[in-house]
Structure formats: structure tokens, C-alpha cells
T-cell receptor, first 114, second 116 residues
Framework: NAGVMQNPRHLVRRRGQEARLRCSPM?????VYWYRQLPEEGLKFMVY????????ESGMPKERFSAEFPKEGPSILRIQQVVRGDSAAYFC????????????FGPGTRLTVT | AQTVTQSQPEMSVQEAETVTLSCTYD???????LFWYKQPPSRQMILVIR??????QNATENRFSVNFQKAAKSFSLKISDSQLGDTAMYFC?????????????FGTGTRLKVLA
């Protein structure tokens, strides 16, 4: 049973470009969470999605960031017009239901903005 | 708002010795979950141990155990017989299932180095 998959593992973008980060949850999981880890810091919640719905986006920056989890395919975290401050590790986690307290984490995507 | 505090940015321990990492949290909820995650240099987040707040018994997983003090809002992790492979960042996390969002709130982490 494959775990949570994230790709790419490493992504380099120039300032002003767009970054797309993908997350495939564990098989049978329909709840996805995105977290961001800035250098030397802990993980910070960004957004919680179920299939085709955003449940909680209270941790998302108001501009340039968006997330989706379509009926088919992976969840996407999209960052438009990236800036150097967006450089971080972005982690996706999934759970089988909202009430399932355990989230399973992917290996993360390391975004570097040059 | 809930907060999680890890007051030890770095710790070191000799191989085979025991070390305790501290974590405190703030909440007005009575039902919640607490976790310890390990993050080695690979950056993969690995669940070490979890505790349900309604359980009085402290959780144990092999060499890892917790000291859960609900009234004091304290959740420390004890690693016994430390091994070189335990070298990693350790994060304490809190989750309130009644919030409807199930998001984890993480502390800032403790960097543990096990010395040979």
C-alpha cells in the first residue's frame, strides 16, 4: 500500500514564476492537508481539503496561493508569482476521514526560489 | 487559540542513555490528541507516538514513552537506550477533533543529537 506521494521532491523557480506542487493521498484517503515548513521552523497548517471542497484555508496566505483537490487526480498547491520568502518545504498529509486523528505525511516538496 | 511550546531548541545525549524532550500546550478543550513526530535529515515526518487526552495511561512504543500530565498541559517524550539513529528533529503536535478542521498544531521542534 503506497504511502502519500508528493512530486516533485525538489523544485526551483525564479522570482515571478508559478510553482505547482502535487500530492497523491494514500489509497482510500479522501482528506488532504497541506503544511509549510520554513527553514529552522516547525510545520504550519495551510489548508484542509476533501474531494472537490476546501474545508479550512485559514492558514493560506491571502494572495498568490491556492489549493484544489479534484474528484480525479492529485491535490495541487499552486503558488503564483513566487517570491524568495516562499522558499520552504511543503508537506502534504492525508487521512481516511476527518475524524481519523492520524494523518500520514508525504516526503515533502522542497521549493527554492532564486 | 491553541499553542504548542517546545522550550529546548537543541539537546544531546550519549548513546544508550535516556533523554527527555519537553512539550507544553495551551487549550481550553478537554478532548484532543497529542503526537510526537521525528524528522530525520531526509525530512520525512515519522510518527513516534500518540496520546489521546481521555486516556489516563501514558502511551508507550518500545523505547519511546510519554509523560502526559493533563492538568499541567505537559506532554514530554522519553527516549530510553538512545541510538545513533534517533538523531533528528522532534516535533510535538496537538489536534482538536471537535474543531471540525483536524489540523495539527506543531511546536518549533527540538534538535536531538545522539553521541557515540
Amino acid at each position: 500500500n503506497a504511502g502519500v506521494m508528493q512530486n516533485p521532491r525538489h523544485l526551483v523557480r525564479r522570482r515571478g514564476q508559478e510553482a505547482r506542487l502535487r500530492c497523491s493521498p494514500m489509497k482510500g484517503h479522501s482528506h488532504v492537508y497541506w503544511y509549510r515548513q520554513l527553514p529552522e521552523e516547525g510545520l504550519k497548517f495551510m489548508v484542509y481539503l476533501q474531494k472537490e471542497n476546501i474545508i479550512d484555508e485559514s492558514g493560506m496566505p491571502k494572495e498568490r496561493f491556492s489549493a484544489e483537490f479534484p474528484k480525479e487526480g492529485p491535490s495541487i498547491l499552486r503558488i503564483q508569482q513566487v517570491v524568495r520568502g516562499d522558499s520552504a518545504a511543503y508537506f502534504c498529509a492525508s487521512s481516511s476521514s476527518g475524524g481519523a486523528y492520524e494523518q500520514y505525511f508525504g516526503p515533502g516538496t522542497r521549493l527554492t526560489v532564486t | 487559540a491553541q499553542t504548542v511550546t517546545q522550550s529546548q531548541p537543541e539537546m544531546s545525549v550519549q548513546e544508550a542513555e535516556t533523554v527527555t524532550l519537553s512539550c507544553t500546550y495551551d487549550t481550553s478543550e478537554s478532548n484532543y490528541y497529542l503526537f510526537w513526530y521525528k524528522q530525520p535529515p531526509s525530512r520525512q515526518m515519522i510518527l513516534v507516538i500518540r496520546q489521546e487526552a481521555y486516556k489516563q495511561q501514558n502511551a508507550t512504543e518500545n523505547r519511546f514513552s510519554v509523560n502526559f500530565q493533563k492538568a499541567a498541559k505537559s506532554f514530554s517524550l522519553k527516549i530510553s537506550d538512545s541510538q545513533l539513529g534517533d538523531t533528528a528533529m522532534y516535533f510535538c503536535a496537538f489536534m482538536n477533533p471537535t474543531s471540525g478542521t483536524y489540523k495539527y498544531i506543531f511546536g518549533t521542534g527540538t534538535r536531538l543529537k545522539v553521541l557515540a
